[in-house]
């Protein structure tokens, strides 16, 4: 029986912002609880309505837009009767998709719970670092829009993920930004005397009390466990202070408030998830907490966790054996050794768990390998990560061909209402049949991209760049003279960003396997690309992890070249990457530019992004891109493994410029009788028709609900 699941919560958090307001604007109030207007057509027009400016700086948070605007604003807004209009409007629709039954096999009473330690749901929910977030988001986005029975849990950061600045000289530096959760869209969870839902997790040597807030995500809540509250030691109140916390021993508490706690949390709000859906390794110990009863009944570690393996599922996100977290077993032993006291289980048992070998008592814990013995499935992210994967792990099952170790794989999609710019969401609403939002995965669906008329693709490739390069001109001169660069460094792109050139993306967490240096590593070549009689702008953005001072070493040559008054002219970098940049970006670049050392990328999100706007991709043949390219949806360098990366990244270096030259600027470039460049509009048919169903979100959950998903005790 559910005592109380923060429903209530968030209608009486709306209730009281709405008295805070004029009347009318009442339906705006009610909006902004529920993140469903984010992709809503036409949603965030409702709050750029009342202040455009305050919404921007107010990080495009509804809630605290209505509480910080002006009462001539709202006065204004309230006698706006084309703006009430479609607040109501927007109300309705939003209403009637949540009344919707579920649409699923899954049982309602019992969910799949989703737990991830970060989540990209939108730009003023700052609790994400990058993909496996974004991921995470459109996967409740998803999940909401097909009416499958999810509810998701994490952590709360005070701090959220650090913000970036660089220097005139190019290095890094970092800071923080306390997220404030009052004035977020979120709403404290209560009892009925109208008290803080708490749940207390034994960490290291003391118990843990944490509050639950909820988010709504459509009609899926999102339940985020937050430990600043007044019964916690201030080493407490720290656990859910920042993401991906450098300090070890506050990392491994968040993993065990996680896993634990969100477990703990999910059944004090009353909810028994039928399937826990582990989105990496992050909350591996979530099983061992559903397996407390039988543990406290006496059973051995093994023979309790087969329950809760049996409605365990992971999804392994990375080949970097440094995204696997490990640590020495001393450390796991302090940080669960009340926890193993609580539920009476041998420690031994659990440091075995997160071993390679079990057997060997040298070898640190890690939660990769916790989640894979915990899992009945486990699964990557493309297909070639899966053979990856398989070969990463396969000691775990000695003995065993790598081709038999039980890792499957389901590519990951994104979502695309969210990702889609407005001009090209409108040139398929009017070209491809039915309502084609809701039958992506359909190859069907994309048919009518044979139909478009080429004028018509090209001027919404030109719209949408258009719009990226006026966002330039403005973010480029802030952010230049934010770095003290010289005047004439800071007024060259606004001056020289053409929105007719050519736009080169390259947008992602700056990491040594990423190879933003292949774009340096040649600069006659570099120079010689941007500077020619057919040119090339772009656009730079990603930041490193705060102690990876080898990434932002390859963040500062960049720098290095940007006394060339051709750099300084066409190549852009944003600091601070985030959600909203991100967005710009994949919808107004002509090119998204992935270049990995393979086999070092799992996935890729972002230029599948890039995809869905008629982005053309330049990829290296790794992670999805090895599965989506056929000779004819974009361009492809090699993807072949190379015991010597020097030399892969001179071959690569080389092969980038050579397809630049050679295919990719001609295709561009090289105008029909009609002016329009004919085979750039052939590859991006080709791009939205093959790729288009393959690598939606809509896809990428069908797989789920079909496998991992599937028989769900």
Request: include cysteine; glycine fraction near 8%.
């Amino acid at each position: 029986m559910i005592v109380r699941d923060g429903t209530t919560d968030v209608i009486r958090a709306a209730a009281d912002l709405a008295e805070r307001l004029p009347e009318p604007l009442a339906p705006l109030a009610r909006i902004a609880f529920n993140y469903r207007w984010s992709w809503l057509p036409g949603g965030a027009e409702l709050f750029r309505a009342i202040d455009a400016d305050r919404f921007e700086l107010c990080g495009q948070n509804p809630v605290r837009l209505l509480q910080e605007a002006s009462a001539r604003a709202l006065r204004r807004a309230a006698c706006d009767k084309n703006l009430l209009d479609r607040a109501a409007a927007g109300e309705a629709a939003i209403r009637a998709d949540l009344d919707r039954p579920p649409a699923s096999e899954i049982d309602p009473d019992h969910p799949v719970a989703f737990l991830c330690a970060e989540y990209g749901v939108h730009l003023s929910l700052p609790i994400y670092s990058g993909g496996l977030g974004a991921l995470a988001g459109d996967l409740l986005k998803e999940a909401s829009d097909r009416a499958i029975p999810m509810v998701a849990v994490g952590l709360m950061y005070r701090k959220g993920y650090f913000r970036q600045r660089i220097d005139a000289g190019g290095w890094q530096h970092e800071y923080w930004i306390d997220t404030d959760p009052p004035r977020l869209p979120a709403a404290l969870v209560t009892d009925g005397d109208e008290h803080p839902v708490t749940v207390e997790v034994p960490i290291s040597d003391t118990v843990v009390t944490a509050q639950i807030w909820r988010v709504e995500v459509g009609r899926v809540p999102l339940f985020l466990l937050d430990t600043a509250v007044p019964e916690n030691d201030p080493v407490g109140r720290w656990i859910t202070g920042r993401l991906y916390e450098a300090d070890a021993e506050t990392r491994l508490a968040q993993y065990v408030l996680l896993g634990v706690g969100g477990v703990r949390a999910l059944r004090a709000l009353g909810i028994e998830p039928g399937v826990l859906h582990l989105n990496e390794g992050h909350a591996a110990l979530a099983p061992l907490e559903l397996a407390s009863g039988a543990l406290r009944n006496g059973e051995p570690l093994a023979q309790a966790l087969a329950s809760a393996r049996a409605r365990t599922v992971f999804t392994t996100h990375t080949p970097v054996p440094a995204g696997n977290d490990c640590y020495p077993a001393g450390a796991v032993t302090r940080a669960t050794g009340r926890l193993a006291r609580e539920l009476s289980y041998d420690q031994d048992d659990l440091l075995a768990l997160g071993r390679t070998h079990p057997e060997d008592s040298s070898e640190p814990f890690g939660v990769t390998q916790a989640a894979l013995r915990s899992s009945r499935s486990a699964n990557a992210v493309s297909r070639r990560h899966e053979g990856v994967a398989r070969d990463m792990w396969s000691a775990l099952w000695p003995g065993w061909p790598p081709e038999r170790v039980p890792i499957g794989h389901v590519t990951n999609g994104v979502h695309v209402p969210t990702w889609i710019g407005t001009p090209m969401r409108e040139l398929l609403d009017r070209h491809l049949e039915g309502d084609w939002i809701a039958n992506t995965a359909d190859p069907r669906t994309w048919r009518g991209v044979d139909r478009i008329a080429d004028e018509e693709l090209w001027a919404v490739r030109g719209r949408q760049r258009a719009e990226l390069v006026s966002f330039i001109r403005a973010r480029s001169v802030a952010d230049r003279l934010g770095r003290g660069d010289v005047r004439e460094y800071v007024e060259a792109a606004a001056r020289a960003f053409d929105e007719n050139v050519l736009t080169l993306g390259f947008a992602r967490r700056v990491a040594t396997y990423k190879r933003l240096d292949l774009l340096t590593r040649d600069p006659e070549e570099t120079l010689a690309l941007l500077g020619g009689d057919r040119p090339v702008q772009v656009v730079l953005a990603g930041k490193a992890h705060p102690r990876d001072d080898e990434a932002k070493r390859a963040l500062q040559r960049l720098f290095g070249l940007k006394g060339a008054r051709i750099i300084a002219e066409r190549v852009v970098f944003l600091d601070d990457y985030d959600l909203a940049t991100a967005a710009r970006l994949v919808r107004g670049c002509d090119v998204w530019l992935n270049l990995p050392r393979p086999p070092l990328e799992a996935s890729g999100t972002s230029g599948m992004k890039s995809v869905m706007n008629g982005g053309l991709q330049v990829s290296v043949l790794d992670g999805w891109w090895a599965e989506a390219y056929d000779g004819e949806n974009g361009w492809a360098l090699p993807g072949e493994v190379d015991a010597d990366p020097d030399s892969q990244d001179e071959r690569d270096t080389a092969a980038l410029h050579e397809v630049m030259r050679e295919e990719v600027l001609p295709a561009f470039y090289e105008r029909g009788v009609h002016g329009l460049p004919e085979a750039w509009l052939q590859r991006m048919r080709a791009s939205l028709r093959s790729l288009g169903p393959r690598f939606s979100a809509t896809r990428m959950l069908a797989e789920y609900a079909a496998g991992p998903y599937h028989n769900t005790p």
